[in-house]
Antibody, heavy 127, light 111 residues
């Protein structure tokens, strides 16, 4: 079965960076995009971007305008793991960060439709 | 502030029918399918409705979605205690390589 297992909670100081991992299993890692979505305490969901694990370079990533310049999404295909790194952290970056996989493989009609989620990683930014 | 507007809260008693609205502009809801995710406390979201009114397998037919113009609605009939959760509307904006846009979420309380 499809599983996305994320790394553990992090506490960071303002100005630092955080890197969250998302290990995939139960499917061919390079066949499906990975999206990252965050949720601040008591708030709604906020989409951060996606990465195409097959080819993250050359158009294989798309970041939300709000995070461009601060977020980097990468992957290591040898261990079926995606990463999201957010830099220059601020207190309002405190949130649960989720990785998520669409229902369909890249190129399919549902290649965008998020259907599988990791368990979430709490990142707390505090001085 | 999100470009998709949801009421922050809604409530109902067991057995009742409740609706949750999601409004947006012609660029978002007016031009795209609407999706709904259910998120019970402490858990990741779960896909509830896709392409305005389609239910994934396993989602009870008590849940239904609709869209008209620049607004969409999620209806839950025969309300049950386990329906108490946050409900998020979303659109997939396929311009500029594609991005998800979410509403602010609605917390549904079953009284």
């Amino acid at each position: 079965q499809v599983q996305l297992v994320q790394s553990g909670a992090e506490v960071k100081k303002p100005g630092a960076s955080v890197k969250v991992s998302c290990k995939a299993s139960g499917y061919t890692f390079t066949d499906y995009y990975i999206h990252w979505v965050r949720q601040a305490p008591g708030q709604g969901l906020e989409w951060m971007g996606w990465i195409n694990p097959f080819n993250p370079k050359s158009g294989g990533t798309n970041y939300a305008q709000k995070f461009r310049g601060r977020v980097t999404m990468t992957r290591d295909t040898s261990i079926s793991t995606a990463y999201m790194e957010l830099s220059t952290l601020r207190s309002d970056d405190t949130a649960v960060y989720y990785c998520a996989r669409p229902l369909g493989s890249s190129g399919s009609a549902t290649s965008y439709l998020i259907d599988y989620w990791g368990q979430g990683t709490l990142v707390t930014v505090s001085s | 502030q999100s470009v998709l507007t949801q009421p922050p809260s809604a409530s109902g008693t067991p057995g009742q029918r409740v609706t949750i609205s999601c409004s947006g502009s012609s660029s978002y809801i007016g031009s795209n399918y609407v999706y709904w995710y259910q998120q019970v406390p402490g858990a990741a979201p779960k896909l509830l409705i896709y392409r305005n009114n389609q239910r994934p397998s396993g989602v009870p037919d008590r849940f239904s979605g609709s869209k008209s113009g620049t607004s969409a609605s999620l209806a839950i009939s025969g309300l049950r205690s386990e329906d108490e959760a946050d409900y998020h509307c979303a659109v997939w904006d396929d311009r500029l390589s594609g991005r998800w846009v979410f509403g602010g979420g609605t917390k549904l309380t079953v009284l």
